[in-house]
Protein backbone atom coordinates (compact mmCIF):
# COMPACT_ATOMS: atom_id res chain seq x y z
CA UNK A 1 0.00 0.00 0.00
CA UNK A 2 1.82 3.16 -1.04
CA UNK A 3 2.39 5.43 1.54
CA UNK A 4 2.67 9.63 1.41
CA UNK A 5 5.79 11.24 4.25
CA UNK A 6 4.41 14.83 6.19
CA UNK A 7 5.68 17.88 4.82
CA UNK A 8 9.09 19.00 5.89
CA UNK A 9 9.97 21.70 8.00
CA UNK A 10 11.20 24.21 4.70
CA UNK A 11 7.54 23.36 3.53
CA UNK A 12 6.19 24.42 7.28
CA UNK A 13 8.32 27.53 7.08
CA UNK A 14 7.10 28.58 3.31
CA UNK A 15 3.57 27.58 3.66
CA UNK A 16 3.14 29.64 7.09
CA UNK A 17 2.62 33.59 7.10
CA UNK A 18 3.86 33.82 10.75
CA UNK A 19 6.99 32.65 12.68
CA UNK A 20 7.32 28.74 13.83
CA UNK A 21 7.43 28.61 17.62
CA UNK A 22 8.57 25.05 19.05
CA UNK A 23 10.81 23.91 22.18
CA UNK A 24 13.55 21.36 22.50
CA UNK A 25 13.18 18.00 23.97
CA UNK A 26 16.53 17.23 25.55
CA UNK A 27 14.76 14.28 28.11
CA UNK A 28 15.37 11.52 26.28
CA UNK A 29 11.80 10.62 26.99
CA UNK A 30 9.00 9.31 24.45
CA UNK A 31 6.34 10.24 26.79
CA UNK A 32 7.76 13.69 27.21
CA UNK A 33 7.90 14.13 23.68
CA UNK A 34 4.23 13.22 22.66
CA UNK A 35 3.40 15.48 25.66
CA UNK A 36 5.09 18.46 24.21
CA UNK A 37 3.94 17.31 20.58
CA UNK A 38 0.08 17.75 21.99
CA UNK A 39 0.77 21.15 23.20
CA UNK A 40 -0.03 23.46 20.29
CA UNK A 41 3.25 24.37 19.28
CA UNK A 42 4.74 24.57 15.78
CA UNK A 43 7.92 21.94 15.97
CA UNK A 44 9.80 20.44 17.97
CA UNK A 45 13.56 19.37 18.65
CA UNK A 46 14.84 16.28 19.16
CA UNK A 47 18.63 16.72 20.62
CA UNK A 48 21.19 14.68 20.41
CA UNK A 49 24.15 16.97 20.77
CA UNK A 50 23.39 18.00 24.76
CA UNK A 51 20.66 15.24 25.77
CA UNK A 52 21.15 11.49 26.28
CA UNK A 53 19.32 10.42 23.13
CA UNK A 54 20.50 8.20 20.47
CA UNK A 55 19.41 6.23 17.47
CA UNK A 56 16.98 4.05 19.60
CA UNK A 57 15.01 7.19 22.04
CA UNK A 58 15.10 8.96 18.51
CA UNK A 59 13.02 6.90 16.50
CA UNK A 60 10.55 6.30 19.79
CA UNK A 61 10.71 10.03 19.78
CA UNK A 62 9.55 10.75 16.15
CA UNK A 63 7.22 7.59 16.50
CA UNK A 64 5.09 8.90 19.48
CA UNK A 65 4.79 13.07 17.90
CA UNK A 66 4.00 11.75 14.61
CA UNK A 67 0.45 11.41 15.61
CA UNK A 68 0.35 14.95 16.32
CA UNK A 69 0.31 18.39 13.77
CA UNK A 70 3.54 19.30 15.01
CA UNK A 71 6.69 19.18 12.70
CA UNK A 72 9.91 17.20 14.34
CA UNK A 73 13.21 17.88 13.58
CA UNK A 74 16.41 16.05 15.00
CA UNK A 75 19.74 17.97 16.02
CA UNK A 76 22.40 15.60 15.17
CA UNK A 77 25.71 15.76 17.64
CA UNK A 78 27.73 16.60 14.73
CA UNK A 79 28.41 17.28 11.06
CA UNK A 80 28.75 13.16 10.65
CA UNK A 81 27.64 11.84 7.18
CA UNK A 82 27.19 8.25 8.86
CA UNK A 83 25.24 9.39 11.41
CA UNK A 84 23.09 11.78 9.63
CA UNK A 85 22.73 8.32 7.33
CA UNK A 86 21.34 6.62 10.01
CA UNK A 87 18.67 9.29 11.48
CA UNK A 88 17.85 10.04 8.22
CA UNK A 89 17.13 6.24 7.91
CA UNK A 90 15.43 5.80 10.82
CA UNK A 91 12.62 8.70 9.60
CA UNK A 92 13.50 12.09 10.72
CA UNK A 93 13.09 13.88 7.52
CA UNK A 94 14.34 17.18 8.88
CA UNK A 95 18.07 17.70 10.50
CA UNK A 96 20.04 20.48 12.46
CA UNK A 97 23.97 19.99 12.06
CA UNK A 98 25.82 22.06 14.60
CA UNK A 99 28.92 23.87 14.57
CA UNK A 100 28.50 25.33 10.55
CA UNK A 101 31.32 27.59 10.44
CA UNK A 102 31.96 27.88 6.54
CA UNK A 103 30.09 27.08 3.35
CA UNK A 104 32.61 23.99 2.79
CA UNK A 105 31.31 23.16 5.93
CA UNK A 106 27.34 23.29 4.27
CA UNK A 107 28.40 21.39 1.34
CA UNK A 108 29.32 18.78 3.55
CA UNK A 109 25.97 18.51 5.10
CA UNK A 110 24.30 18.73 1.93
CA UNK A 111 25.97 16.24 0.40
CA UNK A 112 25.29 13.91 3.50
CA UNK A 113 21.53 14.20 3.08
CA UNK A 114 21.29 13.44 -0.66
CA UNK A 115 21.70 10.34 -2.43
CA UNK A 116 24.31 10.04 -5.41
CA UNK A 117 25.00 11.71 -7.93
CA UNK A 118 23.97 15.21 -5.98
CA UNK A 119 25.62 13.76 -2.34
CA UNK A 120 27.20 11.14 -0.63
CA UNK A 121 24.13 9.07 1.49
CA UNK A 122 23.85 5.67 1.86
CA UNK A 123 20.90 4.30 -0.22
CA UNK A 124 19.14 1.74 2.46
CA UNK A 125 15.90 2.73 1.85
CA UNK A 126 14.26 -0.83 1.39
CA UNK A 127 15.57 -1.17 4.90
CA UNK A 128 14.55 1.71 6.84
CA UNK A 129 11.56 3.86 8.36
CA UNK A 130 12.76 7.02 6.12
CA UNK A 131 10.66 5.11 2.94
CA UNK A 132 8.51 3.44 5.20
CA UNK A 133 10.46 0.24 4.00
CA UNK A 134 9.41 0.81 0.20
CA UNK A 135 5.86 1.65 0.95
CA UNK A 136 6.87 5.33 -0.32
CA UNK A 137 6.55 5.56 -4.04
CA UNK A 138 9.46 6.82 -5.71
CA UNK A 139 11.41 7.92 -2.33
CA UNK A 140 14.71 7.48 -4.02
CA UNK A 141 13.79 10.05 -6.94
CA UNK A 142 11.96 12.68 -5.00
CA UNK A 143 14.19 12.00 -1.86
CA UNK A 144 15.55 15.61 -1.98
CA UNK A 145 11.49 16.75 -1.45
CA UNK A 146 11.52 14.96 1.25
CA UNK A 147 14.41 15.66 3.62
CA UNK A 148 15.13 19.00 4.53
CA UNK A 149 18.50 20.78 5.87
CA UNK A 150 19.34 23.46 8.48
CA UNK A 151 22.95 24.27 9.76
CA UNK A 152 23.56 25.87 12.75
CA UNK A 153 25.58 29.16 12.95
CA UNK A 154 27.26 29.56 16.46
CA UNK A 155 30.44 31.10 16.17
CA UNK A 156 32.52 34.52 15.67
CA UNK A 157 33.92 32.31 12.46
CA UNK A 158 30.10 31.18 11.45
CA UNK A 159 28.75 35.04 11.45
CA UNK A 160 31.32 36.25 9.11
CA UNK A 161 30.63 33.44 6.96
CA UNK A 162 26.58 33.33 7.27
CA UNK A 163 26.16 34.69 3.75
CA UNK A 164 28.38 32.21 2.20
CA UNK A 165 26.58 29.47 4.31
CA UNK A 166 22.96 30.76 3.73
CA UNK A 167 23.90 30.82 -0.21
CA UNK A 168 24.65 27.09 -0.28
CA UNK A 169 22.57 25.30 -2.38
CA UNK A 170 20.38 22.64 -0.55
CA UNK A 171 20.75 24.21 2.67
CA UNK A 172 17.17 24.91 4.03
CA UNK A 173 18.04 27.40 6.61
CA UNK A 174 20.27 28.49 8.93
CA UNK A 175 19.73 28.69 13.18
CA UNK A 176 21.58 30.80 15.32
CA UNK A 177 22.98 29.37 18.66
CA UNK A 178 23.45 32.44 21.25
CA UNK A 179 24.95 30.16 23.58
CA UNK A 180 27.93 28.67 21.94
CA UNK A 181 28.22 31.88 20.05
CA UNK A 182 28.83 34.18 23.56
CA UNK A 183 31.14 31.45 24.52
CA UNK A 184 33.22 32.08 21.02
CA UNK A 185 33.16 35.81 22.08
CA UNK A 186 34.28 35.53 24.82
CA UNK A 187 31.07 36.15 26.42
CA UNK A 188 30.66 32.90 28.30
CA UNK A 189 27.20 33.06 29.47
CA UNK A 190 26.26 36.57 28.29
CA UNK A 191 23.72 35.54 25.47
CA UNK A 192 22.27 38.54 25.66
CA UNK A 193 25.24 40.78 25.67
CA UNK A 194 24.49 43.54 23.31
CA UNK A 195 27.53 42.33 21.20
CA UNK A 196 25.74 38.69 20.92
CA UNK A 197 22.47 40.00 20.25
CA UNK A 198 23.94 42.50 17.75
CA UNK A 199 25.80 39.45 16.14
CA UNK A 200 22.66 37.50 15.86
CA UNK A 201 20.55 40.19 14.10
CA UNK A 202 23.65 40.73 11.72
CA UNK A 203 23.76 36.96 10.98
CA UNK A 204 19.57 37.08 10.42
CA UNK A 205 20.38 40.12 7.84
CA UNK A 206 22.89 38.29 6.12
CA UNK A 207 20.62 34.68 5.70
CA UNK A 208 17.87 36.91 4.83
CA UNK A 209 19.22 38.51 1.92
CA UNK A 210 20.31 34.91 0.56
CA UNK A 211 16.63 34.12 0.40
CA UNK A 212 16.41 31.49 3.57
CA UNK A 213 15.16 31.69 5.96
CA UNK A 214 16.67 32.03 10.00
CA UNK A 215 15.66 30.85 13.64
CA UNK A 216 16.91 31.52 16.76
CA UNK A 217 16.86 29.77 20.45
CA UNK A 218 15.48 32.62 22.89
CA UNK A 219 13.96 31.45 26.29
CA UNK A 220 13.80 34.90 27.94
CA UNK A 221 10.51 36.02 25.99
CA UNK A 222 10.90 39.64 25.88
CA UNK A 223 14.30 38.20 24.03
CA UNK A 224 12.31 36.12 21.94
CA UNK A 225 10.09 39.06 21.14
CA UNK A 226 13.08 41.03 20.26
CA UNK A 227 14.11 38.48 17.78
CA UNK A 228 10.81 37.67 16.01
CA UNK A 229 10.88 41.52 15.72
CA UNK A 230 14.27 41.38 14.20
CA UNK A 231 12.83 39.03 11.34
CA UNK A 232 13.11 35.67 12.67
CA UNK A 233 11.15 32.55 10.99
CA UNK A 234 11.27 30.14 13.28
CA UNK A 235 12.77 30.67 17.31
CA UNK A 236 12.99 28.03 20.00
CA UNK A 237 11.14 29.28 23.00
CA UNK A 238 11.74 26.55 25.92
CA UNK A 239 12.80 22.90 26.79
CA UNK A 240 11.18 19.84 28.28
CA UNK A 241 14.40 19.66 30.54
CA UNK A 242 14.09 23.75 31.69
CA UNK A 243 10.52 23.34 32.57
CA UNK A 244 10.23 20.54 34.74
CA UNK A 245 12.90 22.17 36.29
CA UNK A 246 11.68 25.63 36.82
CA UNK A 247 8.18 23.71 37.38
CA UNK A 248 9.16 21.72 40.53
CA UNK A 249 11.26 24.62 41.35
CA UNK A 250 8.10 26.72 41.98
CA UNK A 251 6.67 24.15 43.64
CA UNK A 252 9.02 23.74 46.19
CA UNK A 253 9.74 27.40 47.08
CA UNK A 254 5.46 27.60 47.57
CA UNK A 255 5.17 24.94 49.54
CA UNK A 256 8.69 24.61 51.20
CA UNK A 257 10.31 28.00 50.95
CA UNK A 258 13.92 28.82 51.95
CA UNK A 259 14.41 26.05 54.92
CA UNK A 260 12.83 23.11 56.40
CA UNK A 261 10.59 20.16 54.56
CA UNK A 262 6.85 19.11 54.42
CA UNK A 263 8.32 16.55 55.88
CA UNK A 264 8.97 18.05 59.23
CA UNK A 265 6.45 19.97 59.37
CA UNK A 266 4.27 16.92 59.59
CA UNK A 267 6.28 15.13 61.99
CA UNK A 268 6.47 18.78 63.99
CA UNK A 269 2.21 18.49 64.23
CA UNK A 270 2.13 14.73 64.78
CA UNK A 271 4.71 15.25 67.55
CA UNK A 272 2.39 18.22 69.41
CA UNK A 273 4.44 20.91 67.95
CA UNK A 274 2.42 24.16 67.48
CA UNK A 275 2.02 24.58 63.68
CA UNK A 276 3.82 26.85 62.37
CA UNK A 277 2.32 30.07 60.73
CA UNK A 278 4.69 30.88 57.73
CA UNK A 279 2.76 31.00 54.76
CA UNK A 280 5.62 28.22 53.34
CA UNK A 281 3.96 25.37 55.43
CA UNK A 282 0.81 26.70 55.47
CA UNK A 283 -1.07 24.51 52.74
Known amino acids: MPLRLTPTFRDALASTRRPLAGMWLCSGSALVAEIAAGAGLDWVLIDMEHAPNGLESVLAQLQAVAAYPVTPVVRVPSLDQVLIKQVLDLGAQNILVPMVN ?15 PRGRRGVGSALGRSARWNRVDDYLAEADGRVSLFVQVETAEAVAAASAIAAVDGVDGVFVGPSDLAASMGLLGAQTHPDVVAAVRSTFEAVRQAGKPVGVNAFDPAVAQGYL ?34 ADTAADRAGGTAPRTSPRTSY
Open 102 to 116: SAADAATAVAAVRYP
Open 229 to 262: DAGASFILVGADVALLARGSEALAARFIGDGGTV
